[in-house]
């Protein structure tokens, strides 16, 4: 089997997982008006639900990343998709709110070991004329597992009970994981760099591929070099400060829109399950790999190429942003919805691409897992910040102090897309890691 075919072919397993993944994530928030009518659980509950798997998965992503720069990374993508599946399956049972805050925090520490594991891997398929277009596609699963788990969870609840959606999914996520541990391979360390140190051990990865035989990888680095490495960069944490932003945004869309399509403007359970992941994610799914074509062209030409797509993204979504929360009409709240979404999709294409930019193959892991410490630790305020301000906002409706806070995030937006217009055309090029041929 060809490099050229093989690579394209991890790609597309890992989106399979990385769909239930998200499918997972996504599928309590369709059922938030259940959960409120059965067990009385008040904005700020609700937020702390949506923020316990945010929380936990901010905190085990730097263990993650770490683990995923020595262990083999097929084993911890496949073994994590059964954990989280199984203890998916398990809020099924839940019926007190620290149970819901305790199955959700487990998912998100299952969780925290897939990103830095399928991103590092997938690296190193794809060098930097295709990396980009590979991650970016990738990134697509993201959105049809959001969309999957936002429609399918509350359609279950509507006709079967929400209890049923989770035991589907824990179940559906258990068995690919069984099946892909046949055929996803372990690639060497760094061979999308072209990168040579030391020869491959047999300890540190399986036979990847026929066109990998006798690729050679460095070591990996311990805790404290690694980290060196990640410090060194200040465009890693410039990067990774807008992360947070975009995060913040980001987890109040995925935990309050289909509640507030339920309560502002009266969508029944499954239509908002639907609408409120369809609209914004299905645009971004189509921007993702447009993102990921025009980054590989703009980073031919400016180091900072793939942080300008970014920031385009950011920039002009912090209008729509704006007017999805202060909108009262329904058709003008869709489309801004969508124009959001695609926007976004510009912004996530890129979001490891441009890290690995300035960030050696040995270290990425570790990169990995301290940008999603940084990025969901603080975007996980998202959700009760904004349940916080619909309980005791100013306004005399809770929905009125819910659209407001919504609109807000158009600023965090701006911010970060100006952020990124600053690093594109200046840090960046210090930063940027030689280009190998093999790349």
Not at 142 to 168: C, D, P, Q, S
Not at 307 to 318: D, E, P, R, S
């Amino acid at each position: 089997m060809s490099r050229s075919r093989y690579k394209w072919e991890v790609v597309g397993m890992l989106w399979l997982v990385c769909c239930f993944n998200y499918a997972d994530r996504q599928s309590i928030f369709s059922v938030f008006p259940k959960l409120q009518a059965e067990f009385g659980l008040d904005a700020v509950q609700l937020g702390l639900i949506g923020s316990a798997f945010m929380w936990l998965y901010a905190f085990g992503s730097p263990l993650a990343g770490f683990v995923g720069d020595h262990l083999p990374r097929k084993k911890l993508i496949l073994g994590g998709c059964l954990f989280w599946s199984g203890v998916t399956a398990l809020t099924g049972l839940c019926a007190k709110f620290w149970q819901f805050v305790a199955v959700r925090a487990s998912v998100g520490l299952g969780e925290a070991f897939y990103f830095p594991s399928s991103v590092s891997l997938i690296s190193d398929y794809h060098g930097r004329r295709t990396r980009s277009r590979a991650l970016g596609l990738h990134q697509s699963s993201v959105y049809a597992g959001t969309i999957l788990g936002g429609w399918l969870g509350a359609w279950f609840a509507e006709r079967h009970g929400w209890r049923m959606g989770f035991y589907f999914f824990g179940g559906v996520g258990a068995v690919l994981a069984l099946i892909l541990f046949r055929y996803l391979r372990e690639p060497v360390r760094g061979a999308g760099e072209g990168a040579a140190a030391t020869p491959v051990s047999a300890t540190q990865a399986e036979p990847a591929a026929p066109e990998l035989i006798g690729a050679v990888q460095a070591p990996a680095p311990g805790a404290a070099e690694a980290l060196r490495i990640v410090l060194s960069k200040p465009t890693a944490w410039l990067l990774m400060i807008v992360f947070l932003g975009a995060n913040f945004v980001a987890a109040i869309f995925l935990t309050w829109t289909p509640f507030f399509l339920v309560d502002k403007f009266g969508f029944k359970l499954t239509a908002a399950g639907l609408s409120g992941t369809l609209f914004i994610h299905a645009a971004s799914a189509v921007s993702a790999p447009l993102g990921g074509w025009l980054a590989d062209r703009w980073a031919r030409r400016l180091a900072g190429g793939r942080m300008l797509v970014q920031a385009v993204g950011l920039l002009a979504g912090a209008a729509f942003v704006g007017l999805v929360g202060l909108t009262a009409n329904v058709r003008t709240l869709l489309l801004a919805m969508a124009l959001f979404g695609f926007c976004k999709g510009l912004y996530d294409s890129n979001i490891w691409a441009s890290l690995y930019d300035v960030i050696e193959p040995r270290a990425r892991g570790t990169a990995a897992g301290i940008m999603n410490t940084i990025g969901w630790g603080g975007g996980a305020l998202g959700p009760v910040a904004v349940g916080l301000v619909t309980k005791y906002g100013r306004h005399a409706r809770a929905i009125d102090n819910m659209s407001e806070a919504i609109a807000s995030g158009a600023i965090i937006y701006l911010l970060g897309g100006l952020l990124l217009l600053g690093i594109a055309f200046g840090r960046a090029r210090r930063d940027l890691l030689p280009e190998h041929p093999l790349g």
